[in-house]
C-alpha cells in the first residue's frame, strides 16, 4: 500500500511563506502513471483542489493561489513539493497530498480534458499538514 506523508506546514503571519513537502512511500508514484496534487481543506468548508503536477511535467493551480504557490516534483527523492508565498488568512486549512491514476491508455489530449483538480480524480491521500496564518 502506497503511503503518503506531508511536512512542513504551521503558523506564519500574513504575507509570509511556508514549504509543504510530501513524501511517498513507492518510487513510481511520483514518476509516471500517476497524477500527484496539493487539496486543503479549512473548517466548515468542503476539500478543494490547490495544484496539480501530471506526468506530462505539466502544473494547474486553483486561481485563487496562481501567482503565489508554485508546486514542484523531485522524482528522485519520491517527494512533492508546494511553495506557499504571500500567504493570506484564507489560505488557512488543513493541505493533503493526494495521487491520482492515470486510466491506462488514456491519450495525452483526453488526460488534458479531465479536470485533475476534482477531488474524486485520488484514490491515494495523505494524512495533512496544518497551515495557519493570521492576520
Known amino acids: 500500500q502506497v503511503q503518503l506523508v506531508e511536512s512542513g506546514g504551521g503558523s506564519v503571519q500574513a504575507g509570509g511563506s511556508l514549504t509543504l513537502s510530501c513524501v511517498a512511500s513507492?518510487?513510481?508514484?511520483?514518476?509516471?502513471?500517476?497524477?500527484m496534487d496539493w487539496f486543503r481543506q479549512a473548517p466548515g468548508r468542503e476539500r478543494e483542489g490547490v495544484a496539480t503536477f501530471d506526468p506530462y511535467g505539466e502544473t494547474n493551480y486553483a486561481e485563487s493561489v496562481k501567482g503565489r504557490f508554485t508546486i514542484s516534483r523531485d522524482n528522485a527523492k519520491k517527494t512533492l513539493n508546494l511553495q506557499m508565498n504571500s500567504l493570506k488568512p484564507e489560505d488557512t486549512a488543513l493541505y493533503y497530498c493526494?495521487?491520482?491514476?492515470?486510466?491506462?491508455?488514456?491519450?495525452?489530449?483526453?488526460?488534458?480534458?479531465?479536470?485533475?483538480?476534482?477531488?474524486?480524480?485520488?484514490?491515494?491521500w495523505g494524512q495533512g499538514t496544518q497551515v495557519t496564518v493570521s492576520s
Open positions: 493526494a495521487a491520482g491514476i492515470v486510466p491506462y491508455g488514456i491519450t495525452q489530449t483526453a488526460f488534458k480534458a479531465l479536470d485533475w483538480l476534482a477531488e474524486s480524480r485520488y484514490s491515494i
Open positions: 513507492a518510487y513510481g508514484i511520483t514518476y509516471r502513471g500517476y497524477v
